[in-house]
């Protein structure tokens, strides 16, 4: 009897054992499969979902200082009746100097300047970006004639050369641009100033009274009183737009020149880039709040930006 059990025994251990060398088998397998076939899969959410449909003020996507706050459906409202339509029928009646006014009343701002307040066109993204350069170049301010370029050297400017340096590395050349409509149109520019009726192409677009006058045959004229509590107000005053400040209300002659920065102060108040004899060199200041407005004007026309 004990003997058939030990037999009996004998018989069923290979089995366990087999079974054993089955599973390790198996895991040995699977190992295998995971390492040759293993792929790392990734999931992303469609960029699409973080796009917003709604066209903010520039202000809102410029990297700067703090901004105003702004009302965005009012935007929105507004920016929806922008059309190249709309834009046409604005501009009619301007024929002598294709020029709109926007002075006076909120209410009657053209919608040329509406919709660049909402969205910069391409030459005025150009012109920002070439003004916000100019505090860090190391420009001084003083007064030289240069008869042979016109344009200043590098370093030495007057107010009006932020402008003119500006507008004509970005393919507007003021000293041309003047000169010939100062040409075809003496009539139209304040010659007594000079004592002359014959335009210097090499310094009369530095003048400031005769730059003031080009912009105001040329370029969109837009409100000169500044609302820092009026939003649509707010949104007339865009980076690049071209800015004269009264310092003597008797004498024209001293107003200074500067341009809209994409900065603003903690109080929500466009900066502006100028130099004069008392900042000493290029600066970016709160301007608006301290000098009253002159002029203020968008160059190119906005008829032009493509």
């Known amino acids: 009897m004990e003997t058939k059990l030990r037999k009996l025994h004998n018989r069923k251990k290979p089995k366990y054992s087999f079974i054993i060398i089955l599973f ?8 295998w499969t995971l390492k040759t076939f293993y792929k790392e899969i990734k999931f992303e959410l469609p960029k699409v979902l973080f796009k917003s449909e709604s066209n903010f003020p520039v202000s809102e996507i410029t990297v700067g200082k703090k901004t105003a706050s702004v009302d965005i459906k009012a935007a929105n409202a507004a920016s929806t009746q922008n059309d190249n339509q709309d834009l046409a029928s604005t501009q009619t009646g301007s024929t002598e100097n294709n020029n709109v006014s926007a002075t006076g009343d909120s209410t009657q701002t053209t919608l040329a300047s509406d919709k660049n307040a909402f969205e910069l066109s391409e030459i005025q993204k150009k012109i920002a970006l070439r003004l ?20 200043p050297n590098e370093k030495n400017w007057i107010s009006t050369d932020v402008v003119s340096v500006v507008l004509r590395d970005c393919g507007y050349d003021l000293m041309e641009l003047i000169y010939k409509d100062m040409s075809e149109h003496t009539d139209a520019y304040p010659m007594d100033k000079k004592g002359t009726k014959i335009p210097d192409k090499k ?23 500044f609302k820092p509590d009026d939003p649509a107000n707010l949104l007339q005053w865009q980076p690049g737009d071209i800015v004269y400040f009264q310092i003597d209300a008797a004498n024209p002659g001293k107003d200074v020149a500067g341009m809209i920065s994409n900065h603003k102060s903690d109080k929500g108040i466009p900066l ?32 032009l930006n493509k």
């Open 132 to 151: 916000m350069k100019l505090p860090d170049e190391g420009i001084v301010y003083k007064y030289q004639a240069y008869p042979e370029t016109g344009y």
């Open 203 to 225: 310094s009369d677009f530095r003048v400031v009274y005769f730059q003031q006058k080009f912009f105001q045959r040329n370029a969109l004229e837009l409100p000169i009183e």
């Open 24 to 31: 390790i088998v198996l895991a040995a397998f699977q190992v």
């Open 272 to 303: 502006v880039i100028m130099i004069t004899g008392d900042l000493g060199k290029v600066s970016e200041v709160d301007a608006l709040s301290t000098l009253k407005v002159s002029g203020h004007y968008r160059y190119p026309y906005p008829e």
